[in-house]
């Protein structure tokens, strides 16, 4: 009989094995043996695992009989490699004896874990000028798998200003690689992409966003001039436009204030319009008048509250229209308010004869200012008619002994305007009977005194200063030519005519004297003019025709005598 003397013995005391992680539920693993030389019961082994704990025992399990080794649970290479499991071998022994072996168990690792990207942000929000290169980020990227599987590559996804820059191994910085600008993207979402080297490869992303800050980099923006229309006589406080302006800056940065931009007008802008600074609506500080003021052209400047504030101009062109608020004016000499002028026409005029012309003037333009003729108030027969538009006053036909001798007119004259404006001249026409009895008459205009007033004065002080000093001046050059080295005047002694009884006169101017003889020929007479013997001067000979002009012949000396001849009559 069999004694339970001998224990089991597996064929190698060290199994090493390899599976797969995620391995199916009930793969097998490996198979062990273990053998015993007993007989019977006694040779009959039993498989176990022992001492592995409780995280090995929800892995693998172990068939009883055969040895086999499965799997049990979820197998995962990141956090276990390795597996180590002791496997008993007892038999059926009575006592029962048996034996261990160890059983390495390598877990194979696959491609089964997603990149995992870790980010740090350094800013939320960054300027839009902020510089090339400034970092937004941190980024970490790492793998749980292992070999190439474990290997990670990361990158922005898309295209935008920023870089993704590696610094050490997996760390990664987020950079700015281009001009930001708000008004065209206020936030970017960045894409960080990490992919393994694993087979197939698994990658991840992650989004990190980042908000731009506005930076006052945009000037206020008018659309166009603006030209707007007035009415001339509106009334004071009136609106006139409302201006708008665009930024596309945001918050202070795009808050505006309005101004007017002071030219070189003769008149301060801001006694005639004024702007709100907030809104832009412009008012008028004065009823404007189109006789006056035809055209304001002004510029409003818009300046954003940003640090540097950024400012553009516009220019406003503001049309006055004319209204119809100036009447007729009738030109002289019919422009006496409320007097009667009186014209005279012959009895026998014909049909078209000219009678006056009325004329008239009136500050408006356009229609407001054409100007029609019209006889509204004829008495008697319809004896005259006026051209509408040149204001000229004609006979519609011969006169009759029927017709009055006097006819009174009224002549309207009205504009185009709405409503029309009118003035109005009376005349009478006084039907005569001698075309030298046909005259206008006209009135003495009233003249209106002025006053004395100082610019009269001092023009009058002006006048009599000038002529004081030029008569001054006169009598000192008159003084400076006359006056002589002794200081005496005889050179400028009053010249002396003395007549002769034989009908001869001479002639005397200051020391010098002259003897004149007349001949008897009435129809030329000589005159011979006989120097003074002390006389330094030459004598002259001197003709003197008809027409009174006197005509130097020769030179004589001083003791020769000088014949001075008239022609025709010649009366001294």
């Known amino acids: 009989m069999d004694i339970n003397d001998n224990n089991p013995i597996f064929s190698k005391p060290l199994y090493k094995v390899k599976v797969n992680e995620n391995s199916p539920v009930g793969k097998k693993v490996t198979s062990l043996l273990a053998s015993d030389i007993d007989e019977g019961i006694n040779g009959e082994v039993i498989y176990s695992l022992v001492g592995y704990g409780p995280e090995n025992e929800a892995l693998f399990s172990i068939v009883p009989e055969t040895g086999v080794i499965e799997v049990k649970g979820v197998i ?74 474990g290997v990670v590559q990361c990158n922005i996804a898309g295209s935008g200003p920023f870089k993704l820059q590696s610094s050490y191994n997996n760390y990664y910085s987020v950079l700015v690689d281009g001009p930001l600008d708000r008004e065209l993207v206020s936030m970017y979402n960045v894409t960080i992409v990490a992919t393994d080297e694993g087979s197939p490869p698994l990658s991840s992303t992650r989004v990190i966003s980042v908000h731009i800050s506005d930076v006052n980099d945009n000037a206020p923006r008018f659309s166009e001039t603006v030209m707007v229309n007035l009415k001339e006589n509106s009334p004071v406080g009136g609106h006139i436009a409302s201006l708008t302006a665009n930024d596309l800056d945001i918050n202070e940065n ?73 009447s007729p004016v009738i030109l002289p000499p019919y422009s006496d308010h409320g007097s009667v002028n009186s014209e005279n026409i012959p009895y026998s005029a014909e ?75 009376s005349m009478d026409v006084v039907v005569v009977e001698s075309t030298d009895d046909t005259q206008t008459t006209f009135r003495q205009l009233p003249v209106k005194e002025e006053s004395f007033s100082d610019l009269n004065l001092y023009l009058l002080v002006a006048i009599v200063s000038v002529s004081v000093i030029f008569l001054l001046s006169l009598i000192s050059l008159i003084v400076v030519k006359c006056h002589r080295t002794d200081g005496s005047f005889s050179r400028c002694s009053a010249p002396m005519i003395t007549t002769h009884p034989d009908g001869s006169w001479s002639y005397s101017k200051s020391t010098q004297q002259y003897d004149v003889c007349f001949s008897s020929d009435t129809m030329k007479s000589d005159v011979v003019v006989f120097p003074t013997p002390f006389s330094s001067a030459d004598g002259e000979l001197i003709s003197i025709s008809g027409g009174d002009t006197f005509q130097r012949t020769g030179t004589l000396s001083n003791t020769e005598k000088v014949r001075i001849t008239f022609s025709k009559d010649f009366a001294l």
């Open 351 to 425: 049909a078209g004869y000219f009678v006056a012309k009325i004329r008239a003037v009136d500050a408006d333009s356009g229609y407001n200012a054409l100007l029609s003729y019209h006889i509204s108030e004829p008495k008697g027969t319809n004896l005259f008619r006026i051209g509408t538009s040149n204001g000229e006053i004609r006979t519609k036909r011969r006169m009759s002994d029927n017709d009055l001798k006097t006819h009174p007119l009224v002549i309207l004259v009205s504009d185009n305007g709405e409503p029309s404006l009118s003035a109005t001249v």
């Open 76 to 149: 995962d290479h990141e956090q276990n490699a390795a597996i180590e499991l002791r496997v008993q071998a007892k038999d059926k022994g009575i006592p029962p004896r048996s034996t261990r072996c160890k059983v390495l168990v390598e877990v194979i690792d696959e491609n089964d874990n997603t990149p995992e990207i870790s980010v740090t942000s350094l800013i939320d929000t960054i300027r839009e000028d902020v510089k090339t290169g400034t970092a937004v980020a941190l980024v970490t990227v790492s793998d749980k798998d292992g070999g190439k599987n």
């Open 254 to 326: 795009a808050q505006m204030s309005y101004s007017f931009l002071e030219g070189n007008n003769a008149i301060p802008l801001s006694t005639m319009i004024n702007i709100n600074s907030l809104t832009g609506e412009i008012y008028s500080m004065q009823s404007f008048n189109y006789e006056e003021v035809k055209k304001l052209q002004f510029q409003v400047q818009a300046t954003d509250s940003g640090v540097l504030p950024l400012s553009s101009n516009v220019t406003v062109n503001v049309f006055i229209l004319d209204e119809n608020d100036n």
